[in-house]
């Protein structure tokens, strides 16, 4: 075997399935690929999905999701973890044991909890959330609406956003992005990233299209690719936001489906299709 072969960092995404393929493990492969990543995954739940909602949604059970755990980790060298969907507290538990014992580097959060199209994907505490990943999280990555159930109150203004990426801060991560993606600003898209005690305004022209499905999935793993790249946090997080508009504007044409359709993950590449 000729060790000096390029090898390419590993990634893994703990998450749910989306079998419409815009969200979810589908999306964060994709990403992960696109960015030249080895993407590997334990999968949590499957979604019965499509663009225009979910239809059905079952949790993978625990000792499932802990043999893929073991699976990856024991054999790969994982360099970045994401994790979106857990569905509810048991699987949050099983995750934030594999943090407490170091073996989850790296580690972005997207704590999921609805979908766009208004369908809950996790059963559990939103309070709980915080205290157990938190303390392991290199980044929390929460929307609008997953920001005001962490912390029990609405948040809607630029002020609000980064009064929470502090308030979420106090529980650990080196990070939090607050997601703009729902506000009401429509020439902009603005995220504002509290890091290393610094605030900052990552601000992206909004892009006009009805394909958004998966976008949050997508930034998630897009910034542990860049983390797994061995990107520093900040520029992690900002190429990644880079990354996710690029994506949107390639597939704002797109009419797969007749809801929210997906991001075009591979806009960098050229295809046999496009
Ligand atoms: N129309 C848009 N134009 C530009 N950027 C966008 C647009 N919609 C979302 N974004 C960006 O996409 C990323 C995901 O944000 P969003 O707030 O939509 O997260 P989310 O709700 O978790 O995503 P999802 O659609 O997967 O639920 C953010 O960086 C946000 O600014
Ligand atoms: C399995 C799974 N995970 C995450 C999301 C969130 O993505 P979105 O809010 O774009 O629907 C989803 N829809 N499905």
């Not at 960015?35 to 019965?48: C, D, E, K, M, R």
Request: charged content about 20%; overall charge negative; glycine content about 12%.
């Amino acid at each position: 075997m000729n060790r000096s072969f390029p090898q390419p960092p590993v990634a893994l995404t703990i998450a749910g399935s989306d079998s419409g393929g815009g969200a979810g493990i589908q999306a964060d492969l994709h990403t992960f690929a696109a960015h030249g990543v080895h993407g590997t995954s334990v999968v949590t739940a499957v979604t019965a999905q499509n663009t225009r909602g979910v239809s059905a949604a079952e949790t993978i059970a625990e000792p499932l999701v802990r043999a893929q755990l073991d699976a990856v980790l024991g054999d790969f060298d994982v360099a970045a973890v994401k994790t979106g969907m857990l569905g509810g507290d048991e699987l949050l538990a099983v995750v934030a044991e594999y943090g407490q014992e170091d073996r989850l580097p790296n580690l972005v959060i997207d704590p999921v909890m609805v979908t766009t199209t208004g369908d809950a994907l996790f059963a559990g505490d939103p309070a709980a959330y915080l205290g157990r990943l938190g303390p392991f999280a290199t980044i929390l990555t929460p929307n609008l609406i997953e920001t005001g159930q962490l912390l029990g109150r609405e948040i809607g203004s630029a002020a609000e956003m980064r009064e929470a990426a502090r308030a979420l801060a106090t529980y650990g991560p080196r990070a939090v992005l607050v997601k703009g993606g729902h506000a009401a600003d429509e020439e902009r898209s603005v995220d504002v990233l509290w890091c290393d005690g610094q605030m900052l305004d990552l601000a992206a022209p909004r892009v006009d299209t009805r394909n958004d499905h998966g976008t949050g999935c997508t930034l998630a793993s897009a910034i542990a690719a860049r983390l797994a790249l061995g990107h520093p946090l900040p520029q992690a997080v900002a190429g990644a936001k880079t990354y996710v508009t690029e994506a949107l504007k390639a597939a704002a044409g797109w009419r797969l489906g007749s809801g929210p359709g997906p991001v075009h993950h591979h806009h960098g590449r050229k295809s046999a299709a496009l």
